[in-house]
């Protein structure tokens, strides 16, 4: 949880099991499934990690992290829809934002807008130290291509 990227959990308060939770997801043109079984909810122009947290069985929440290199127009769109259809899908459920401790518990435009204020702000730490860099990955992918560039 650098400065690299925006980290959040949707914690759901029922326990799933990552096949009906995928069975949600995979319907939906955007979601995919990555070799570690994790979901990407993806396009060109922008990339969400959504992790299970938990054990290999059940668990009650998604971790989103989002590489702050993605370009803002593209995830500005697609990071509000997701979560529009996370909170759809699961109307009880909370959003934490682990870098700032907030905790979003429903899901409007006033909510959306803390929520996007905060992604903001990292993401103009984030410009400070890397410059102006937009490149739709992931976390992990951001720290290949520096390392690549830096070495």
Same mark, same amino acid.
């Given at each position: 949880?650098?400065?690299?990227? #925006? ?7 029922r326990l799933l099991t990552k096949e009906v939770v995928e069975k949600i997801?995979?319907? *939906?043109?955007?979601?995919? %499934?990555? %070799? %570690? ?5 993806? !396009?060109? *122009?922008? +990339? ?8 290999? =069985?059940?668990?009650?929440?998604? =971790? ?7 370009? $803002?127009?593209?995830?500005?769109? =697609?990071?509000k829809k997701l979560l529009q259809f996370l909170f759809s899908k699961f109307p009880s459920a909370e959003l934490i934002d682990? &870098? ?7 899901? !409007?435009? $006033? #909510?959306? &807008?803390?929520? +996007?204020?905060?992604? %903001?702000?990292?993401?103009? #730490? ?10 739709? $990955? ?14």
């Amino acid at each position: 949880m650098g400065l690299e990227s #925006a980290n959040y959990y949707f914690k759901i308060k029922r326990l799933l099991t990552k096949e009906v939770v995928e069975k949600i997801f995979i319907g *939906d043109r955007f979601f995919l %499934k990555n %070799k %570690k079984g994790n979901l990407l909810y993806c !396009d060109f *122009d922008y +990339w969400i990690d959504i992790m299970f947290v938990g054990d290999e =069985s059940e668990f009650n929440i998604l =971790s989103i992290r989002i590489a702050l290199c993605n370009p $803002v127009a593209g995830i500005e769109h =697609s990071f509000k829809k997701l979560l529009q259809f996370l909170f759809s899908k699961f109307p009880s459920a909370e959003l934490i934002d682990l &870098n700032t401790k907030a905790t979003i518990n429903h899901f !409007d435009e $006033v #909510a959306w &807008n803390v929520i +996007w204020n905060y992604y %903001k702000a990292r993401r103009i #730490a984030f410009s400070n130290r890397y410059g102006h860099l937009e490149l739709p $990955v992931s976390s992990e992918l951001f720290f290949k291509y520096i390392d690549e560039k830096e070495g």
